[in-house]
């Protein structure tokens, strides 16, 4: 199969290294991995399996090597490349390119046994920087803002710079977390608030995600069982929880994506809060925090073995409050698993 890729985790899967301005052409049995000078010495030391090729102009190089090896049919995913960078291979080359979107993602989908073991770590480390988090928020976090504890959630789960997070992330309170997606606010936080955290650190480039959320007193814990003050908001919660928990114990690999997500979808439609579960399922997690497969209501993808994705269901007021519970989980010998 000859093939090109330009995205920095799809170089990675296939040999080891990537950086930032890289293009990894793959001919059969031959593969060139081109990069500029500032990358020569980590290049050599680090990529297996292919030719490491230093060149200024990466797009020329490649298409050198393509006209060379007179290649007729040539693999890319459009979601990796620029047009300017297409357009060169494209007019420079007789080689016929074929889009084949997420190619490297639908590659990537079943995990090795290597590659469980380290997502499985960089789930537990996660766990304990959740843990970490706590501490810190119940011994100083009370009366900040949230933009100083998304900067306190950071220094938790980077411990000191020594990992990577996966993402930004997530701290809201109250009515913010009725945004998936919520970005910090001058919002400061009390006891008896409601708290919601997502995040995620790197353990060896492979992301972590969890999502947990609480009311915030003093010597609190990021675990699933938890008690509100307020009756509506524990109703949502226990609902949420209810669907995360029925999901992990129903799943089985030989399902399609989209009844794992009917197993959190039907039961918080049927306790009233249908209008207010506005995202699929989960995602697949891997290299990129968000990868197939994606558990959503319209996914034929078929659930397998060594399938790595969250399970996240949530319930989300606008102006009130949002609820979010998540764990990734790992199909293994037909079950869902949690890491």
């Not at 799809?10 to 301005?21: F, L, P, R, V």
Request: hydrophobic share 40%; aromatic share 10%.
């Amino acid at each position: 199969m000859n093939y090109m890729l330009k995205n920095e985790n799809a170089i990675y899967y296939e040999c080891g290294y990537s950086c930032d301005n890289a293009l990894y052409l793959r001919l059969g049995d031959e593969a060139f991995f081109i990069t500029d000078s500032r990358y020569t010495i980590d290049a050599q030391e680090h990529v297996k399996g292919a030719k490491v090729v230093i060149e200024r102009d990466l797009y020329t190089k490649a298409a050198e090597i393509l006209k060379r090896a007179r290649v007729k049919k040539v693999i890319f995913d459009p979601k990796e490349w620029s047009v300017a960078g297409f357009e060169v291979l494209n007019t420079k080359t007789k080689t016929a390119f074929k889009a084949v979107p997420d190619f490297s993602h639908k590659k990537r989908m079943v995990k090795s046994d290597a590659e469980l073991k380290i997502i499985a770590k960089a789930a537990k480390l996660g766990r304990k920087a959740f843990k970490s988090f706590a501490v810190q928020i119940s011994k100083q976090g009370f009366g900040k803002d949230e933009f100083a504890l998304t900067y306190m959630a950071k220094g938790a789960l980077s411990k000191e710079g020594r990992y990577d997070l996966s993402f930004d992330p997530i701290v809201a309170i109250n009515a913010n977390a009725a945004k998936p997606h919520a970005t910090p606010t001058k919002k400061r936080l009390k006891e008896g608030d409601l708290l919601l955290v997502d995040a995620g650190l790197k353990y060896k480039r492979y992301c972590s995600d969890r999502t947990r959320t609480v009311e915030a007193s003093e010597g609190f814990a990021f675990r699933h069982k938890q008690r509100f003050g307020k009756k509506k908001i524990q109703k949502a919660y226990d609902t949420v929880l209810k669907a995360h928990d029925r999901a992990i114990k129903k799943a089985r690999s030989g399902m399609k994506a989209k009844e794992v997500d009917a197993l959190t979808r039907d039961l918080i439609e049927k306790a009233g809060f249908g209008k207010y579960y506005v995202h699929s399922t989960g995602h697949g997690v891997g290299l990129d925090i968000h990868e197939m497969p994606y558990i959503a209501s319209k996914s034929e993808t078929v659930i397998e073995d060594g399938m790595v994705f969250t399970i996240e269901p949530g319930i989300y007021i606008p102006g009130e409050f949002g609820i979010r519970i998540e764990d990734m989980v790992a199909m293994v010998d037909g079950r869902a698993q949690v890491l």
